[in-house]
C-alpha cells in the first residue's frame, strides 16, 4: 500500500433520523459521528453494572462504494437508515473474541454482507454464523477489501489455558490515515462522569499491567508485531473505547502498547 496518501477534507454524516441523548461516550448525539473523510464512529453508551464503558462501532465507506463494520453496536431502526444513505453494508467485522454481542443481529440484517471474525472465534462460538476468519495469516483473502490492513495480535496467552485472551485484530484504513483497535488500547477522557472515571483508574492501574503481561506472553513476537504496525502509514488511532487520538496518535499508540503509558486526554 501506497504511503503517499493524502486525506480528503472530512464529509458530513448524514442528517440523522433520531436525535440519541448526549452522553459522554456520545456527546454529540448523533447516529454516526464524522472521524475522517469516509469514516464514521457509532458511540453509543455501553452501560456494565450501571457505569457507562462507552463503545465505538466504526464505519468505513470503501473504494467500491460498500461499507465495511468493524465491532458493531446494536442495530435500530435509525442507524439502519443512516447506513442505507451511505452504502450497502457488504463486510461486518468481529475484531476480538469480546465485542460479539451484536455480531449475529447484524448478520440477520444484512444476509449478503460477509461476516468476519477474529482467528478462533468461529470455533468459540459457532452459533453466531460467521463466514470467515480474517488474520490468521498476513495474507488478506482474495474478497477483502485492499485498502484495509490488519495484523493479528498473536502474542497473547491466558496462564496455564495457553489461549488467546483476546485474539484481536487490529486495522488499518490506508485512505484516511486511520487505525483501529478494540481492547488493546482504550483513551477514556478525564471529563467522563465520576463512575468512569471510576472504571478508566480500574483500567488504567490495575488492569493495564495484567493485561500487557498477558499481552506480551511472547515479547519477540510482539515486537516484530509492533514493528509491522509501526510500518503503517496513520496519524489517527479510533478505539472502542474512549476519543479518538488525532493528535500524537502513533506516539501515544506505541508508548501505551509499549510501556502502559497513558495518554492525558481531557
Ligand atoms: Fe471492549
Redesign the pocket.
Known amino acids: 500500500m501506497s504511503q503517499t496518501a493524502t486525506p480528503a477534507p472530512q464529509q458530513a454524516a448524514p442528517a440523522r433520523r433520531n436525535a440519541r441523548d448526549k452522553t459522554w461516550s456520545n456527546p454529540k448525539g448523533l447516529d454516526l459521528t464524522p472521524i475522517k473523510h469516509n469514516v464514521w464512529g457509532a458511540e453509543r453508551p455501553f452501560i456494565w453494572n450501571t457505569i457507562d ?1 462507552g ?1 465505538r462501532m466504526t464505519v468505513i465507506k470503501l473504494e467500491d462504494g460498500s461499507l465495511w463494520v468493524h465491532s458493531p453496536v446494536e442495530l435500530d431502526p435509525a442507524l439502519q437508515q443512516t447506513l442505507a444513505e451511505l452504502g450497502p453494508v457488504r463486510h461486518v467485522v468481529s475484531p476480538n473474541y ?2 460479539v454481542k451484536y455480531a449475529q443481529q447484524w448478520i440477520h440484517a444484512y444476509p449478503d454482507a460477509t461476516a468476519w471474525a477474529c482467528p478462533g472465534l468461529k470455533d468459540k462460538k459457532p452459533d453466531i454464523g460467521y463466514d470467515r476468519t480474517i488474520g490468521t495469516t498476513a495474507d488478506a483473502p482474495a474478497d477483502w477489501p485492499r485498502e484495509i490492513g490488519f495484523v493479528w495480535l498473536n502474542c497473547e496467552r491466558v496462564p496455564v489455558l495457553n489461549q488467546a485472551f483476546f485474539s484481536e485484530v487490529v486495522f488499518h484504513h490506508e485512505p484516511s490515515q486511520c487505525l483501529l483497535c ?2 488493546v488500547y482504550w483513551n477514556y477522557p478525564r471529563s467522563a462522569p465520576p463512575k468512569t472515571q471510576l472504571w478508566k483508574f480500574g483500567m488504567d492501574v490495575v488492569y493495564l499491567p495484567i493485561y500487557r503481561n498477558l499481552l506480551v506472553a511472547d515479547a519477540r513476537e510482539f515486537d516484530k508485531l509492533l514493528a509491522r504496525i509501526d510500518a503503517w502509514n496513520f496519524n489517527t488511532v479510533v478505539p ?2 474512549g476519543r479518538v487520538v488525532m493528535e500524537a496518535a502513533r506516539d501515544k499508540f506505541f508508548a501505551f502498547l509499549r510501556r502502559g503509558v497513558i495518554g492525558d486526554q481531557p
Open positions: 464503558v463503545g469480546e465485542h478494540t481492547d472502542c473505547h
